[in-house]
Nanobody
Framework: QVHLVESGGGSVQAGGSLRLACTASGDISNLNCMAWFRQVPGKGLEWLITISTGVAIYYAGSVKGRFTISRDNAKNTVYLQMNSLKPEDTAVYYC??????????????WGQGTQVTVSS
């Protein structure tokens, strides 16, 4: 079992910045690939960004150039730095761990989410 806890959400004005953290506990033997998602009420889950072993990073077009992901392996924590925030970035943000089983990749553990609200 892996337990993920997000923190750092809050309210900010447009153009501002926030840094979210996702701290893992439990079976932390495989945190090689971690990702951030977000969800606006009434809409589907949107993948944002992934970090994998070797610092390979993948971005969704909506956040490229504004959001960055990093990790501190000693703290079992992954960060999402969000700059130049826009009102449309308002959502609940989730981190998740990606696992590969039998050649199939999927996100098996999720945090509870943290609310980010950007006002204009």
């Amino acid at each position: 079992q892996v337990h993920l806890v997000e923190s750092g959400g809050g309210s900010v004005q447009a153009g501002g910045s926030l840094r979210l953290a996702c701290t893992a506990s439990g079976d932390i033997s495989n945190l090689n690939c971690m990702a951030w998602f977000r969800q606006v009420p009434g809409k589907g889950l949107e993948w944002l960004i992934t970090i994998s072993t070797g610092v390979a990073i993948y971005y969704a077009g909506s956040v490229k150039g504004r959001f960055t992901i990093s990790r501190d392996n000693a703290k079992n924590t992954v960060y999402l730095q969000m700059n130049s925030l826009k009102p449309e970035d308002t959502a609940v943000y989730y981190c998740a761990r990606r696992a590969v089983v039998g050649g199939t990749a999927y996100f098996d553990y999720w945090g509870q989410g943290t609310q980010v609200t950007v006002s204009s």
